[in-house]
């Protein structure tokens, strides 16, 4: 017999790796290098990764929903919610929701054209260096949300 509540657990796990171990590399390798690049060169570039991860961080997104809310349902783990001592709980959902809204609203309505139709010249730059610190903000508050759920899961809080 199958069990369910395992392997959602293991999709959450999988899809959590894909998603923020891609945006670990975009972080801390593939920004930094194009901040080396001139303006036309960093354009083409971003666009180009972010056409291919994009899709990619989209379905671990949806998946890691759809295997956490069954996990919720499965191990009957809704009243956690309003209890403070599962604040790792609350800290999942959060940067789930940040990401979520970031990727399938603000990124194709406002930040895709924003990049696409950027000129390459001194404000281009600087969008550069705002794209960096905004992912390395999102990137800490994911690593604190891993480490806080497995911690959580295993009775380490
Ligand atoms: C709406 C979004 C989410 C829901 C409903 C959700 C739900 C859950 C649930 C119910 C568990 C099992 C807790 C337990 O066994 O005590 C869990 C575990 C976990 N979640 Fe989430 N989660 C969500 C988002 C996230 C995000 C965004 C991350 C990563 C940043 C994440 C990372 C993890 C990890 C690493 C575990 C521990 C798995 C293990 O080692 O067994 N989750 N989640």
Same mark, same amino acid.
């Given at each position: 017999m199958i069990d369910w509540g395992s392997l959602a657990r293991a999709i959450h796990v999988l899809s959590v790796v894909v998603w923020i171990g891609g945006v670990s590399l975009v972080t801390t390798a593939l920004l930094p290098a194009l901040k080396q690049k001139p303006p036309e060169d960093w354009i083409r570039d971003f666009n180009e990764i972010e056409r291919r991860f994009a899709p990619q961080a989209k379905v671990a997104v949806l998946l890691v929903l759809l295997s956490g809310l069954y996990m919720l349902y499965a191990y009957s783990?809704?009243?956690? $919610?309003?209890?403070?001592? $599962?604040w790792w709980m609350h800290l999942m959902v959060a940067v789930w929701l940040i990401f979520a809204v970031l990727l399938f609203i603000v990124e194709p309505l406002t930040i895709r054209n924003t990049i696409r139709e950027q000129q390459p010249n001194e404000a281009s730059r600087r969008l550069l260096a705002r794209i960096i610190w905004m992912h390395r903000l999102l990137l800490t508050l994911s690593l604190i949300a891993i480490f806080a759920a497995v911690g959580g899961s295993y009775g380490l809080f």
């Open positions: 783990l809704w009243n956690r $919610f309003v209890d403070a001592r $599962f």
